[in-house]
């Protein structure tokens, strides 16, 4: 079974051939390295135009977020933030998801010599591009039993902790 690998990547002011062309380089590489790839642009089918990617009706806003989390993230083993080095409030939400509530893995990816920041120690890992990402994924998590054992020592640390924080709060 290949681990499925979740493409977060801002998509806000960027123009639509950026996003597109950025999300297929990445799942090229990524499946030529064994992994399954779920991208949002490529999923919901953003044209390959020199236009922004517009802004869509809430109802349609709704229906693709449904799709992104329910579908896309949660089947998913990994998250890859393709983006690391630029803002998006909607990737910082969709890494806090994975990490914090389904507690994921989560890579980032920021240029060579980026400023050190706290994603640097939050994150599994910051890799400085796609190849490099891809060869740790593979090293750490690139079989299903790797990824179990790295996600039932997570549930074994972490719920024991989560009852602990979630009790003591009881009293602030």
């Known amino acids: 079974m290949k681990l499925k690998v979740y493409l977060a990547q801002k998509m806000t002011g960027l123009t639509c051939r950026e996003i597109r062309t950025k999300a297929e ?7 030529g390295l064994g992994f399954e790839v779920w991208s949002p642009s490529i999923i919901e089918k953003v044209p390959k ?10 109802e349609d806003l ?8 329910k579908v896309g ?5 990994i ?29 980032r990816i920021k240029p060579t010599g980026h400023v050190y920041s706290i994603s ?15 060869a740790i994924m593979k090293r750490r ?5 790797k990824w179990i054992m790295w996600k039932l020592s997570h549930i074994l640390f972490g719920i024991p902790k989560l009852i602990y924080v ?5 009293w602030l």
């Open 25 to 31: 380089y990445c799942k090229k590489v990524l499946e």
């Open 49 to 58: 135009t020199d236009e922004t990617l517009g802004v869509t009706s809430k």
């Open 62 to 69: 709704l229906y693709k977020w449904i799709i992104d989390k």
């Open 73 to 77: 993230m949660m089947g998913c083993h």
């Open 79 to 107: 998250i890859l933030d393709i983006d690391g080095h630029l803002f998006s409030e909607g990737v910082s939400i969709e890494r806090g998801f994975m990490r914090w509530y389904a507690w994921r893995p989560v890579i």
């Open 120 to 134: 640097d120690i939050e994150d599994d890992f910051i890799a400085s591009n796609v190849k490099q990402a891809g």
């Open 141 to 145: 998590w690139g079989t299903r039993r």
């Open 166 to 170: 979630q009790v003591s709060s009881l």
